[in-house]
């Protein structure tokens, strides 16, 4: 019984910004990785930025620059903070965790999505 809830999306003009949050609540015992993927209409889901195991992060190129990934590990809740954002970055936003359960199985989960839509 393990849930990510992702709040923040939502529309905004090409130029502004949003900021998603995601936690993950339930029967976990400790989380490996989180982060965030999209997927656009007619596309493959996609990674846009996450927080690796060992603590580094990896971004998509085509926001580098753009959008910051942050956690806060007490809350379980990751962020993606997006500046200057695209038409392009149009899509539904997933959140995604890597984690032990507290009956230590490991497991991925996702979040049910949250939708940006960037206008031009």
């Known amino acids: 019984q393990v849930q990510l809830e992702e709040s923040g999306g939502g529309l905004v003009q090409a130029g502004g910004s949003l900021r998603l949050s995601c936690t993950a609540s339930g029967s976990i015992f400790s989380i490996n990785a989180m982060g965030w993927y999209r997927q656009a209409p007619g596309k493959q889901r996609e990674l846009v930025a996450a927080?690796?195991?060992?603590?580094?992060?990896n971004y998509a190129d085509s926001v580098k620059g753009r959008f910051t990934i942050s956690r806060d590990n007490a809350k379980k809740t990751v962020y993606l903070q997006m500046d200057s954002l695209k038409p392009e970055d149009t899509a539904v936003y997933y959140c995604?965790?890597?984690?032990?359960?507290?009956?230590?199985?490991?497991?991925?989960?996702w979040g049910q999505g949250t939708q940006v839509t960037v206008s031009s």
């Open positions: 995604n965790a890597d984690l032990l359960t507290s009956a230590l199985k490991r497991d991925y989960y």
């Open positions: 927080f690796t195991r060992g603590g580094s992060t």
